[in-house]
C-alpha cells in the first residue's frame, strides 16, 4: 500500500499468503513458544508480535508483510482453528483424520455443533494441515488461576477497616464520660443515705428519675460491644486476604525462579542433542550425505531439532526425508 497507508475496516487488508510464508510463520511461533522469555504456560507474553516479525525476518528477509494487520489476523486465525479442532475433537462423535488432515465426523453432528460454537464454521470436509505444528505452540496452554487478591484491593479494605475504627472512637469516649457520671451519682447518693430520713427519701425519688439515662448508657455500652465485635471481624477478614496476597506473590517469585532455573536446562537440553543429533541420524539408515544435511538443519533450526526429538522412532526418518526433500520439489 502507497505510503504503507493502512486502510482500517472489515475486508480491506485482506492479503495472500504463500504456502511458504504460513511455514516460516508456525516455525517462527515455534521457536518462540520454547523461550521462557516469550511464552509462560498462560500463552505469549505482551509484545510478543515484534520479536515474532524479527524471527520470520531472519528466516526469509523478503517477507514483506507487516504486524497489523497481516500477522495479528494470520495468527489469530491458526489460533481459532487449532483450538476450534481441538475443542470438537474431544467429543464423542467427533475424531481427526491425520491422514487428510481434517475432521472426522456426521454432517448433522457438525452442525449441531456449529448452533454453539460459531469458530467451528468452515471446517467440514475442510484441510488443516498445520494441527500438528501447532500442537508446539498452543497445546501448553493452560489457565494458571487467580493470583489472590491484588495489592491495590488490599491496601483499601485497610484504609475501610482504620477508617471504621476512627469513626467509633467517639462512641468509645461517650461510654467512658456515662460510666463516669454513673459511678458519680452512685457515690452522691450514698452520702445522701446517711442523712435523715426525709432526705432518704427525696434521693431515692432522685435516684428513680437518673435511672433513664442508666439505661440508655447500658443500651449504647451494648452496641459499642457489637461495632467491636464487628470490627475485629473485620480485621480478621483483612488478615486472611492479605496472608492469601502474600502467598501469590510468593508463588510469582517462585515461578521467575523456576523460568529461570528451565531456560538453563532448556540451553543445556539443546547442547545435548545437537551433540547427539548424529548418533541419532545415524540410527535411520540414512546416506552419509543425508545424514551430515540434516544435522546441519537440526542443528541451526532449533524448533525443528524438538520436533525431531518428540517424534516417535518410527516417524523420524519421513520428517528428516521431508526437511530434505520437501514435497513440492520432488
Known amino acids: 500500500m502507497e505510503n504503507d497507508e493502512i486502510v482500517r475496516g472489515r475486508g480491506k487488508n485482506k492479503c495472500f499468503w504463500t504456502g511458504e510464508e504460513v511455514k516460516v510463520l508456525i516455525e517462527s511461533l515455534q521457536e518462540l513458544a520454547c523461550d521462557p522469555m516469550w511464552k509462560s504456560d498462560g500463552g505469549f507474553k505482551n509484545n510478543y508480535m515484534s520479536e515474532l516479525l524479527k524471527i520470520i525476518l531472519r528466516k526469509q528477509p523478503t517477507f514483506t508483510k507487516q504486524v497489523s494487520p497481516h500477522i495479528e489476523s494470520k495468527v489469530k486465525w491458526l489460533k481459532n482453528r487449532f483450538h476450534a479442532i481441538v475443542e470438537m475433537c474431544k467429543e464423542s462423535g467427533c475424531s481427526w483424520n491425520d491422514a487428510e488432515k481434517k475432521i472426522s465426523c456426521e454432517k448433522q453432528w457438525y452442525d449441531d455443533w456449529c448452533k454453539t460454537h460459531k469458530d467451528a464454521k468452515g471446517l467440514w470436509d475442510v484441510k488443516f494441515p498445520y494441527l500438528g505444528d501447532l500442537e508446539i505452540v498452543y497445546g501448553r496452554d493452560r489457565a494458571t488461576g487467580n493470583v489472590a487478591e491484588d495489592f491495590a484491593q488490599a491496601v483499601q479494605d485497610m484504609e475501610d477497616v482504620q477508617n471504621l475504627e476512627e469513626g467509633h472512637e467517639g462512641l468509645d469516649a461517650m461510654s467512658n464520660s456515662d460510666n463516669d457520671k454513673v459511678e458519680e451519682d452512685e457515690v452522691n447518693s450514698i452520702e445522701q443515705s446517711t442523712q435523715s430520713s426525709s432526705t432518704s427519701t427525696r434521693n431515692s425519688k432522685k435516684q428513680k428519675k437518673q435511672s433513664p439515662p442508666i439505661a440508655n448508657v447500658s443500651k449504647k455500652m451494648k452496641s459499642a460491644s457489637t461495632t467491636r465485635g464487628d470490627l475485629d471481624a473485620s480485621l480478621q477478614l483483612l488478615t486472611s486476604k492479605f496472608g492469601d496476597f502474600v502467598e501469590g506473590i510468593q508463588a510469582n517469585f517462585t515461578t521467575m525462579a523456576a523460568a529461570m532455573s ?50 516417535p522412532a518410527e516417524m523420524k526418518r519421513q520428517y528428516v526425508i521431508n526437511l530434505l526433500y520437501p514435497p513440492s520439489t520432488r
Open 262 to 311: 528451565n531456560e538453563d536446562k532448556r540451553e543445556q537440553l539443546v547442547s545435548d542433542r545437537r551433540d547427539q543429533v548424529v548418533a541419532e541420524l545415524m540410527k535411520l539408515a540414512l546416506p552419509s550425505g543425508d545424514v551430515m544435511n540434516a544435522a546441519d538443519i537440526l542443528s541451526e533450526q532449533i524448533s525443528k531439532l524438538h520436533v525431531f526429538y518428540n517424534l
